[in-house]
């Protein structure tokens, strides 16, 4: 070999080398900081409730997040900000336009009813993923598991009459099951069984799942109390903190701290719904200073109740424990910590609050509503519990699958000049839904038309809540975001983002290509702007 030969060969065996230690082992980047990320979901958070926290709790462990991290003060979910959709934005990048998901109970027009299990007849169904699948003992307890005979059905790609599980109704991927698919442990912990939800369509990327029931059907609902759901938001705190330490929630050995990994808390949102704490009495801790008393804020500004403001300063204090365990374990500077949350609440200001009834109980109720046919649809879909029939769901917003879609424009068209009794702020439906979401017509699971409300609306007739959330107003859909690790300098940044943006970001900072979400790829969602995290360890 000649001097040239030999010295061109040792230059590209050293270029090889070097690229080879700038990409990793494992073709993720080095250099970067972040090796975890821990993502929070408080669930109810609004920008302002975190903004007034701070300003009023500078030794908070929200404070310290912020000091040494990018606070977004307009940050918003994806339209529809219930639980599903708000969750999925955070783990998939997408809304419902990719994911297929609106809220826990929806519709779909191609599956059939659980009992169904030969999925013969007409298809169309409810989409049930709440607290009823869960398998209960006697003692009505949830065992924390999902039973499949209570799943919705639906025919599979080998044409049998199947579960539809919640993992497999997702259209899109996660972050879980990209990370793992790079090599990485996931874990994850949220209200509900349901949330096999974020396993996504493998079944597989969460390895640590933990779903403690926070809804017991016919039993204990911790919701009814801010104690109770306090306490059962410590039950996922303590699978945290044994996961920073390498173990499984449940401490037993593990492989290591996640590289993903995050939970939900309850407790905020269920201070902000709650018009009294305890009301029925069922929390049995709650027998103290808060018991009785009034949930939610004081005024339009804010301002929280003793109710609100004791979740408030347990969520933090949990926050602070996860802050304390990254520290003990030498993990904090490489962990990115993400505080946000699945939607909002909606309306802050409690003179706002306006529970007029569910609305086809509202529809039925107008002066034509028993004989007009566009109110006929309305009223039938929503009396309808199973099979081809359409279906309504009511929060702060109203969706309505219609039993007979070629009626979506004239149901649009009555519901309009019926919007001051039936409390209507926009009917979607036809073009303008078409502009945000997929084609009713189309797509199994768009609604035909979607109500939002007038601001402070909730479609109830229950007692116990002063606030809701699913729909379309700023309280719903503004959210805290705070990304903080602490090579950042603290900034706050004011232009809109929305949460779905976290999603790619968590990829890319764990130096993994976020255009393996495919919810990214379909929506073009970017990675959120201004962080600049890259450094050494």
């Not at 209200?191 to 926070?214: Q, R, S």
């Not at 109830?460 to 700023?474: C, D, L, P, V």
Request: aromatic residues 6%; proline residues 6%; hydrophobic residues 35%.
């Amino acid at each position: 070999m000649s001097n040239r030969s030999l010295v061109l060969t040792l230059c590209l065996s050293l270029f090889t080398s070097l690229l080879t230690f700038a990409s990793g082992s494992n073709g993720k980047k080095s250099g970067k900081v972040v090796q975890h990320v821990l993502l929070i979901s408080v669930d109810g958070l609004h920008a302002l409730d975190a903004a007034r926290y701070i300003a009023s709790h500078p030794q908070s462990a929200l404070a310290e997040l912020s000091s040494h991290g990018t606070m977004y003060t307009d940050a918003n979910t994806p339209q529809l900000s219930d639980s599903f959709p708000g969750l999925l934005a955070l783990v998939t990048g997408g809304s419902p336009v990719s994911t297929g998901f609106f809220y826990d109970v929806s519709y779909d027009r191609t599956i059939f009813d659980p009992t169904n299990t030969t999925c013969s007849g007409g298809a169309g169904n409810m989409m049930v993923f709440d607290e009823s699948i869960d398998q209960y003992n006697a003692q009505n307890v949830s065992l924390n598991v999902i039973d499949p005979t209570k799943l919705p059905r639906h025919i599979d790609q080998h044409g049998n009459c199947v579960a539809l599980w919640p993992h497999s109704a997702l259209r899109t991927n996660t972050i879980f099951e990209v990370v793992k698919a790079n090599g990485g442990h996931t874990a994850w912990e949220d209200k509900h069984p349901a949330y096999d939800l974020v396993n996504g369509p493998t079944g597989t990327g969460v390895d640590d799942l933990y779903t403690p029931e926070i809804t017991n059907v016919n039993g204990l609902d911790n919701t009814h109390s801010v104690v109770c759901t306090v306490q059962n938001d410590r039950l996922k705190v303590q699978g945290i903190i044994n996961e920073i330490h390498g173990l499984t929630h449940d401490g037993k050995p593990g492989p290591g701290v996640p590289e993903v990994f995050g939970m939900n808390f309850q407790g905020v949102s269920v201070g902000e719904k709650l018009v009294t704490d305890n009301f029925d009495g069922s929390c049995v801790a709650d027998n103290g200073a808060l018991n009785g008393q009034p949930g939610g804020y004081q005024d339009g500004s804010g301002t929280p109740s003793r109710v609100l403001a004791y979740a408030l300063d347990q969520t933090d204090a949990a926050l602070g424990a996860m802050i304390q365990s990254l520290k003990d374990q030498n993990i904090y500077g490489s962990t990115l910590f993400i505080v946000t949350s699945k939607h909002g609440q909606s309306p802050i200001n409690p003179v706002k609050t306006n529970k007029p009834g569910h609305f086809a109980d509202l529809v039925a109720a107008l002066p034509d509503g028993q004989t007009n046919p566009y109110a006929i649809a309305i009223t039938n879909a929503g009396a309808c519990a199973t099979g081809p029939c359409g279906f309504v769901n009511d929060d702060d917003i109203a969706l309505i699958w219609l039993p007979d879609q070629t009626m979506d424009s004239g149901t649009s068209a009555y519901l309009n000049t019926n919007a001051i009794p039936l409390f209507i702020d926009e009917v979607m439906g036809g073009n303008e839904l078409k502009l945000r979401f997929n084609d009713p017509l189309k797509d199994s699971r768009t609604p035909d038309i979607i109500i939002r409300p007038n601001y402070g609306t909730i479609y109830t007739g229950s007692t116990a809540k002063n606030a809701e959330h699913g729909g379309f107003n700023y309280s719903d859909t503004n959210v805290a975001l705070i990304v903080s690790n602490p090579s950042q300098a603290a900034k706050v940044l004011k232009s809109p983002v929305a949460t779905s943006q976290v999603a790619p970001t968590i990829l890319e900072e764990l130096g993994i290509d976020s255009q393996q979400l495919k919810s990214v790829q379909a929506e073009k969602t970017q990675p959120l702007p201004g962080l600049g995290l890259e450094g050494t360890k």
